[in-house]
Structures are given as C-alpha cells and as structure tokens.
C-alpha cells in the first residue's frame, strides 16, 4: 500500500534552514508529479510545492525563492529545502502525490520561533 515517511523537521530560529525528506513507496513514483503540503494549527492543509518526474518546479507565492523542491527517482524520495524560515512556515509538512493525493503520512512538524 501507499505509504510516506516524512522527517527532518525539527525546531529552527526565524532566518534558519531545514531540509526535509520523504520517503516514498508503494507507487510507481517516477511517474507522479510528487507535492509538498503542511498544515498549521487551526488551518487548512495547503500546497507549499511540486515537482514533475523531469524535475519542472511550482512553487506557492508564500514561499517563492525561499524553498526549494527536488526529487530523487532512484530513491523513490522528495526532498523540500527551506531557507530563510518565517514564524509564518511553523506547520506539519507532508509528502503526497499531487493530484492523486492519498495515504497521508503522519508528517514533520516545522517550528519558526525564536
């Protein structure tokens, strides 16, 4: 089945760096345009980035030249590297499959404080 383990996150001082990870499997995953999303406290899951098999990036305005997407289809992993970090990114930060999202991880939690 479905299955993705997100890790990496951890606590961080406004300005800081994380890279996070996941790990993939039970999909095919190079052909999947793979997506990262999070969610904060009392607010919806939203996509944060994605990425084509052929490496294409999109990225949300909230988070444009600060984060950075890349795949590693060997690895059947995503990894999102996220400079610069705001209060604002405090979140729990997921992998999925975008467009076919399903069977959400249990995420990493990303914590901007100072």
């Known amino acids: 089945q479905v299955q993705f383990v997100e890790s990496g996150g951890g606590l961080v001082q406004p300005g800081g760096s994380l890279r996070l990870s996941c790990a993939a499997s039970?999909?095919?995953?190079?052909?999947?345009?793979m997506g990262w999303y999070r969610q904060a406290p009392g607010k919806q899951r939203e996509l944060v980035a994605h990425?084509?098999?052929?490496?294409?990036?999109n990225y949300a305005d909230s988070v444009k030249g600060r984060f950075t997407i890349s795949r590693d289809n060997a690895k059947t992993t995503v990894y999102l590297q996220m400079n610069s970090l705001k209060p604002e990114d405090t979140a729990v930060y997921y992998c999925?499959?975008?467009?076919?999202?399903?069977?959400w991880g249990q995420g990493t939690q990303v914590t901007v404080s100072s």
């Open positions: 999925n499959m975008y467009g076919s999202e399903r069977g």
């Open positions: 990425i084509t098999s052929g490496g294409n990036t």
């Open positions: 039970g999909i095919m995953f190079r052909i999947y345009v």
